[in-house]
């Protein structure tokens, strides 16, 4: 149960609110709602008014979306709304931290959740909204509302494509762990309503069809007794979880603990395992959607999921790592930058980690491969060390050790997407994927004895050349790593780098063979930070020198004449 609730009624025709403490009250149903914020809110609890909020809300200041939730809220008989915004102190940490570990709850315990699908900004609002595109087709049918008032039915036609168009709150990271762990969810589309819940997903338009119990072929949305419904009676937590349990995770043939976890440089064995990489399958997809979903804050990242990865946690029963699990390294540390959305400057995970980039995709959740590198420690300190699942924010720092054969190879700025096992690009090892946009820069530089007004060896941005420089000279910058100037690779077009490449694993699959690992930089003498991956194909698109095809097992060959070390990544 959430700690606040903001408690509804009618009086005199009028609309009626305030915040209620359930440590005083406890309310048998609630609804609460998934909403876009759109920027600062207008109004929020916090520290100086929650006890003025406790007495009474003015109707009147609050945003149309909320407004437009209260009064769907009361037309379903329900006399309780959740809203963040309101029912959390917004400038507490500690109450934000205390409500954020009780998420999965919040959601899960009410009986449906309004989604405001169509609106943008909370003063936008959803009931009112524009959907109808085409007034000029709409046919009307005149229909006597509950109340006795005669309103209508439209009719129109429409695209399919655009009648699933849910609006912006689809793109809104927080709203992907609201959907999921609701019960129920009414949601306000563009040009539809869509009802969802554990037996139907359909788009309904205020419309569904009749359940056990009622005459009819199809009954109201807004007639639905949901004040009688009990979350005891409805939740489907629990089944859902035993579910999975016996299907995924129990069955004789196809479990796996912590002892067979497939850390050892070995083959993984399907059978065995199959079904716990099936749940982390869907770990690995769900990532690759909201990963690409927008936040406000770069520090919700590890937030806005955490509802989500605690309900993982459970089932894989294993410590959730900066986003990841560890059960399979090769397939998890193997994400790709997708090359999409705004990269993210400020700290939020440790290099290895997803959560590190803006959105990422993965590609290898095949199992049929094999290790040759081996986790020996995953170190991870949360902002709050009591909140294991990142409800509190960020990671403080994570640190990765693996053993396995580290290489040193070559990159070029000029080739940015190649390694070359030497310096004079003779033998190609592989395509690299920095973690970051390649962007062109110009590096000025000054005539001796004279200097720019930046100071000596400082770097100027493209612009009309000073009359101190002779020369610029392009240079290709890897937005990697949050910014941080000494974990960036820097290169003339001209000149070529040392980089670290650390093999993780060799895939096989019928005639061709493909092995990936890291693309490591150096931090400092003990620790490294990742760049990117590398892929070493045997079939390639574009091949140098006309080769009609590379040997992958020479080119293991290379890695294996190392002897393995442990390598340490933050």
Not at 237 to 249: G, Q, V, W
Not at 498 to 517: C, I, Q, R, Y
Request: aromatic content about 10%; some cysteine; charged content about 25%.
């Amino acid at each position: 149960m959430p700690k606040r609730l903001i408690k509804l009624w009618r009086h005199c025709g009028e609309i009626s609110l305030r915040l209620i403490d359930t440590e005083n009250s406890q309310p048998d149903s609630y609804a609460t709602l998934s909403y876009c914020w759109g920027g600062p809110q207008p109004t929020q609890t916090t520290l100086a008014n929650v006890k003025a909020y406790q007495v009474s809300l003015d109707w009147k200041i609050m945003p149309k979306t909320i407004q437009d939730a209260i009064i769907t809220t009361l037309e379903l008989n329900l006399g309780y709304l959740w809203v963040d915004s309101l029912c959390i102190i917004q400038d507490s940490e500690q109450d934000k931290e205390q409500e954020m570990a009780k998420m999965p709850d919040i959601y899960r315990q009410a009986i449906v959740t309004i989604a405001a699908s169509v609106a943008g900004k909370v003063v936008e609002g959803f009931l009112q909204h524009d959907r109808l595109y085409n007034r000029d087709q709409i046919f009307r049918l005149p229909y006597i509302c509950r109340n006795g008032e005669v309103g209508c039915v439209s009719l129109l036609p429409t695209n399919y494509d655009d009648l699933w168009n849910e609006g912006p709150l689809q793109f809104r990271a927080w709203a992907l762990q609201e959907r999921a762990m609701s019960s129920r969810v009414l949601s306000f589309n563009r040009q539809s309503t869509r009802w969802l819940c554990p037996t139907s997903d359909s788009l309904s338009d205020g419309w569904m069809n009749a359940s056990e119990g009622h005459n009819g072929s199809l009954i109201l949305l807004a007639e639905l007794p949901f004040q009688e419904l009990s979350v005891e009676k409805f939740n489907l937590r629990e089944k859902a979880k035993n579910r999975i349990d016996e299907t995924l995770l129990h069955t004789n043939e196809t479990s796996l603990t912590r002892s067979n976890a497939p850390s050892s440089p070995k083959a993984l064995e399907p059978r065995r395992i199959h079904s716990t990489l099936a749940v982390l399958d869907i770990w690995l997809k769900l990532i690759r959607e909201y990963s690409g979903r927008t936040l406000s804050f770069s520090s919700d990242k590890f937030r806005a999921i955490s509802a989500i990865a605690q309900e993982f946690g459970k089932i894989l029963d294993r410590p959730y790592l900066a986003g990841l699990w560890m059960i399979d390294p090769y397939v998890e540390l193997l994400w790709e930058w997708d090359g999409y959305g705004p990269w993210e400057w400020d700290y939020v995970a440790p290099s290895w980690s997803w959560a590190a980039v803006s959105k990422v995709r993965y590609y290898n959740t095949g199992w049929s491969h094999t290790l040759t590198a081996e986790v020996i420690d995953v170190k991870v300190e949360w902002r709050n060390k009591l909140l294991q699942f990142g409800q509190a924010g960020h990671v403080e720092r994570g640190e990765l050790s693996i053993k396995g054969h580290l290489l040193t190879v070559w990159w070029s700025a000029a080739q940015h997407e190649e390694l070359w096992f030497d310096s004079e690009r003779q033998k190609y090892l592989g395509r690299f994927l920095p973690d970051g946009q390649l962007n062109a820069r110009v590096e000025t530089e000054s005539h001796s004895g004279s200097e720019s007004e930046s100071g000596p060896g400082a770097e100027s941005e493209p612009g009309p050349a000073s009359r101190n420089v002779s020369a610029r000279k392009p240079k290709l910058l890897p937005q990697t790593r949050m910014g941080v100037p000494s974990t960036r690779l820097t290169a003339s077009l001209s000149s070529k780098l040392p980089v670290f490449v650390l093999l993780l694993g060799v895939d096989n699959f019928g005639h061709t063979m493909s092995a990936k690992g890291l693309v490591l930089k150096r931090r400092d003498a003990k620790t490294f930070s990742r760049v990117g991956i590398f892929s070493m194909d045997s079939y390639r698109l574009s091949l140098p020198k006309g080769e009609e095809r590379e040997n992958v097992e020479e080119k293991l060959e290379e890695f294996t004449k190392n002897p393995e070390e442990i390598v340490v990544i933050v």
